[in-house]
């Protein structure tokens, strides 16, 4: 038999992303001839010891893991692997495989063009919002989904495209440029119609901000047209892409991208990251305290 797929969040304050992944693991549940899990590493319950724990009680030994993250930056490539390294400490024989994260894939470049023609069609400019990371890796991710994205569809394509003008990213935390910054540029290179394509999987507070920066910036430039399409959301392809990391993680040795990797290579500037030690994050729910986690080394 395979094993069961265990399916890791990072976890929202926000009470519709909790619905939208308690959604999105019904959804995988109904399709996958695997016993599903899924929980979070923080914020919000269920927590992820209790996902394990349901499958360890069901008798399983060994399960795949599939992170539910857009890029690989810090959650994906420390905070689930710690997680999970405390997982092996507290159930004894458990062992697990590890999966890649959802993007950059061709699937969810499709979805992230339904989510754009749902907003606005005709001749349009885009402006991409990842969340933003302290990882460089994973804001050059973005970047990337951005160029991909832009590619085929842009005017400048072979067919002309959605007819896009330009396709350009920005961030929401902790990286530049911001959602306004973005607009901003996109207005100097003559965009008249925008639309902000948010770069997340479901509801959340983050997500709530990128709309909210969208419309103040719409609010001071009436001239232009601005508008905020949909998050991802819950749906068949999302489950699919998933159900496809799954098969991936059993088949074989399945690696992070390594070459610009912080823990790994001494990129300037983080060179204190090379094999630094990964420690799970708090879970409210979670009995072990903060500080006292199982580590996680690269």
Not at 182 to 196: K, Y
Request: hydrophobic share 40%; proline share 8%; glycine share 12%.
């Amino acid at each position: 038999m395979k094993p069961p797929l265990l399916v890791v969040g990072h976890g929202t304050r926000d009470e519709a992303g909790v619905a939208g992944f308690d959604g999105f693991v019904a959804r995988l549940r109904d399709r996958m001839p695997v016993q599903v899990a899924g929980g979070f590493i923080e914020l919000s319950a269920p927590p992820l010891h209790e996902a394990v724990a349901e499958l360890y009680a069901a008798g399983h030994r060994r399960v795949a893991a599939v992170p539910l993250v857009l890029v690989a930056a810090g959650h994906g490539k420390g905070d689930i692997p710690g997680a999970m390294s405390r997982e092996l400490v507290r159930h004894p024989g458990l062992s697990y495989t590890y999966g890649r994260p959802l993007g950059p894939h061709p699937t969810l470049l499709s979805l992230l063009e339904e989510r754009l023609t749902a907003a606005a069609s005709g001749e349009t400019a885009v402006l991409l919002v990842g969340r933003g990371s302290t990882d460089p890796d994973a804001n050059a991710e973005v970047h990337k989904v951005a160029r991909l994205f832009w590619e085929g569809r842009g005017a400048a394509g072979p067919d002309q495209g959605l007819g896009l003008t330009a396709v350009e990213p920005a961030f929401i935390s902790l990286a530049r440029p911001s959602v306004p910054e973005g607009l901003e540029r996109l207005r100097r290179l003559g965009a008249r119609r925008i639309v902000v394509l948010p770069y997340f999987l479901f509801p959340g507070v983050l997500p709530d901000r990128v709309a909210a920066e969208t419309l103040a910036y719409a609010d001071d430039h009436p001239d232009l047209d601005v508008r905020c399409a949909e998050v991802i959301g819950d749906c068949d392809a999302l489950a699919g892409l998933v159900a496809e990391r799954y098969e991936e993680a059993l088949a074989g040795d399945i690696r992070m991208n390594c070459d610009t990797c912080v823990y790994r290579i001494a990129m300037p500037g983080f060179e204190d990251r090379v094999g630094a030690a990964q420690f799970p994050h708090h879970h409210p729910d979670d009995p072990v305290g903060h500080g006292h986690g199982h580590a996680h080394a690269h």
